[in-house]
């Protein structure tokens, strides 16, 4: 903040964030790849690429398309695993002055609690649960599509954790709230909406699907409507803090999601487009709030209305 006529300071679960502004999981590593271009330490909170138990090498080449106003991706997590993560990454998180959050996925509801637990050290302020992945033992549905998978993730990550638990929401289902609901009764402390949107392209000269997994995640300026619906129908629903994200490319967009009931927001594909957004859109928030005479960030909080 340059000066103090007005506060961006907000309080996610308990963490003092210098501002709503954090970084979206898998669109800048461990955020220390953004050091080049902003001073990272002036974020609210970087959110980390997806990490697994094992390596995983991801999905083969033709993992990124494309769309008008948007991107399709299957990188597949590539990641190199939790206790690569744990030496070799974090040592490097913990020089950066903000909030980290370690994002997880797993195969089935005990991968997810081992991560939980092994991630359950200094320098790691919270978990964000990405739920999108297949549920192995259910026939590969997401869990994040079925609300009593949802829940028993959960529910087995804060048994194994004493950090604050942010779970993210898969906007491929038909009610949201039904989801948002079940893991706020599973004891998350937040939630993180949306992730991608299932989606596909074809190369009409070879009449081949353009993504090696034939499908992949929707993401930017497209998807913006549909995550700004779904955080403004949750924030009616579930009293725990929202995490608004999806499409997300100025402060403008940022400020419609903290309207729509959002506490802080994350930038994703902005990231791809401009790696130094991320202070962009704190300046821009602080300027609307500056105009509109507005001193403190959460009276913006779900102030939108229909
Ligand atoms: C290249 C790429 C990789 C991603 N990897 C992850 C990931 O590892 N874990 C996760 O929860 N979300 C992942 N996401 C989803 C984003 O964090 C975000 O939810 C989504 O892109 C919507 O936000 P955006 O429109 O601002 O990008 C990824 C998105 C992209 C574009």
Not at 90 to 117: C, M, Q, W
Not at 134 to 142: F, R
């Amino acid at each position: 903040m340059t000066d103090k006529r007005v506060d961006l300071t907000t309080d996610l679960m308990g963490l003092t964030l210098k501002n709503p502004v954090m970084t979206a999981s898998g669109t800048c590593g461990s955020g220390i790849e953004l050091l080049p271009y902003m001073d990272v330490s002036k974020l609210g909170a970087i959110v980390g690429k997806g990490t697994t138990l094992n390596n995983k090498v991801g999905n083969p080449p033709g993992r990124l398309m494309q769309t008008p106003g948007g991107l399709l991706n299957c990188i597949g997590l590539q990641n190199q695993g939790a206790d690569y993560f744990l030496t070799e990454i974090l040592p490097e998180v913990r020089k950066v002055d903000t909030h980290f959050f370690a994002n997880i996925s797993g195969n089935t509801v005990e991968e997810y609690g081992i991560l939980a637990e092994k991630l359950d050290v200094d320098g790691i302020s919270g978990l964000e649960v990405n739920i999108s992945c297949p549920n192995v033992k259910s026939g590969g549905l997401a869990f994040g599509t079925v609300p009593e998978d949802a829940r028993s993730v959960t529910e087995e990550v804060k048994k194994r954790t004493g950090k604050p638990v942010l779970v993210k929401l898969s906007p491929n289902v038909t009610d949201i709230t039904a989801i948002a609901q079940a893991v706020e009764e599973g004891g998350a402390d937040g939630i993180s909406l949306i992730n991608t949107l299932l989606g596909m392209s074809i190369d009409i000269e070879t009449m081949k699907a353009s993504l090696s997994n034939t499908f992949g995640g929707l993401s930017g300026p497209a998807v913006k409507p549909v995550g700004l619906r779904m955080v403004y129908q949750v924030y009616q629903k579930v009293k725990i803090p929202i995490v608004g994200l999806g499409g997300i490319m100025n402060a403008e967009d940022a400020i419609e999601y903290l309207l729509a009931g959002a506490t802080a927001i994350q930038l994703g594909t902005a990231n791809l487009v401009n790696p130094a957004v991320g202070i962009e859109v704190i300046k821009g928030i602080e300027e609307y709030m500056e105009r509109k005479n507005i001193r403190n960030m959460q009276a913006l909080v779900g102030k939108a209305h229909g």
